[in-house]
C-alpha cells in the first residue's frame, strides 16, 4: 500500500465547476499535511497547507480528518487556470526534518 | 530574489556513465532536499541536508547514488554507472529550516535520460 494514495483522475471539470480531490494517508503518525500544485513539466509549488480546522484560502478549502486519515480539497468556481497536477502531501515528523511524502497526483483539466 | 536553481537542466547520458546533477538553493537556507520523479508519479524523497550533513538519506536506492554539500550550499547528486531505470526529472527544494512551518521551495528540475 502506497503512503499516500490519490485518486489519478483525469478529472475534466467546465469552468465555473466545483471539483473536489480527496487523499489517504498510511501513517497515522503523520503530523503535516500540505497540497502542491504542479503544472506540466515544471516543480511544484506549494497550493496550501492543511489544518485540523480546515482552511480556506479564496477559491480553495482544504480538509483533513485524523481520525479517518483523509485530506481533502475543494475547488470552488473553477478557473481554466487551475488546470494543473495538484499532488496531496504528508510530513510524518517534522522535528525530525522536512522529508515529505507526495501522492501520485491527480490531474484536473479545466475547459471552456 | 532568486529562487533554487539546477543545473543541467537537462541529460542525456549512456547507460554505465557517471553523471552530476547540481543544485543552487535559496541563499541564506539550511535545510536541502533532493527527489526524484518518474513519469505519471509523485516525487519520491531521495536525501535531506541540514547545512552540510546529510540528516536522512533513506530515500537514496542503492549505493549507485551519492550526494554531497561540502559548504552547506551548493550539492551535487552524483549517480555512478547509470541504469536506463535512473531516468526521471530530479529535483531539488530549498528551506529555511527554522521550526515550525518549513516550505519547501522547488527547482525546476534536471530530466536526467539514460540510454
Known amino acids: 500500500r502506497k503512503e499516500v494514495e490519490q485518486d489519478p483522475g483525469p478529472f475534466n471539470v467546465p469552468e465555473g465547476a466545483t471539483v473536489a480531490f480527496n487523499c489517504t494517508y498510511s501513517?497515522?503518525?503523520?503530523?503535516?499535511f500540505f497540497w502542491y500544485r504542479q503544472d506540466c513539466r515544471k516543480e511544484p509549488k506549494l497550493l496550501m497547507s492543511?489544518?485540523?480546522s480546515g482552511n480556506e484560502d479564496g477559491r480553495f478549502t482544504a480538509q483533513l480528518n485524523r481520525a479517518s486519515q483523509y485530506i481533502s480539497l475543494l475547488i470552488r468556481d473553477s478557473k481554466l487556470s487551475d488546470s494543473a497536477t495538484y499532488l496531496c502531501?504528508?510530513?510524518?515528523?517534522?522535528?525530525?526534518?522536512?522529508?515529505?511524502?507526495f501522492g501520485q497526483g491527480t490531474e484536473l483539466s479545466v475547459k471552456p | 530574489g532568486a529562487g533554487v536553481s539546477q543545473t543541467p537542466s537537462n541529460k542525456v547520458t549512456e547507460k554505465g556513465k557517471y553523471v552530476e546533477l547540481r543544485c543552487d538553493p535559496i541563499?541564506?537556507?539550511?535545510?536541502l532536499y533532493w527527489y526524484r520523479q518518474s513519469l505519471g508519479q509523485g516525487p519520491e524523497f531521495l536525501i535531506y541536508?541540514?547545512?552540510?550533513?546529510?540528516?536522512?538519506d533513506s530515500g537514496l536506492p542503492n549505493d549507485r547514488f551519492f550526494a554531497v554539500r561540502p559548504e552547506g550550499s551548493v550539492s551535487t547528486l552524483k549517480i555512478q554507472r547509470t541504469e536506463r531505470g535512473d531516468s526521471a526529472v530530479y529535483l531539488c527544494?530549498?528551506?529555511?529550516?527554522?521550526?515550525?512551518?518549513?516550505?519547501?521551495?522547488f527547482g525546476p528540475g534536471t530530466r536526467l535520460t539514460v540510454l
Open positions: 527544494a530549498s528551506s529555511s529550516g527554522l521550526a515550525g512551518p518549513d516550505t519547501q521551495y
Open positions: 502531501v504528508v510530513n510524518i515528523d517534522p522535528s525530525r526534518g522536512g522529508k515529505l511524502i
Open positions: 541536508f541540514q547545512g552540510t550533513g546529510a540528516a536522512d
Open positions: 541563499s541564506g537556507h539550511t535545510a
Open positions: 501513517n497515522s503518525a503523520s503530523q503535516s
Open positions: 492543511v489544518y485540523s
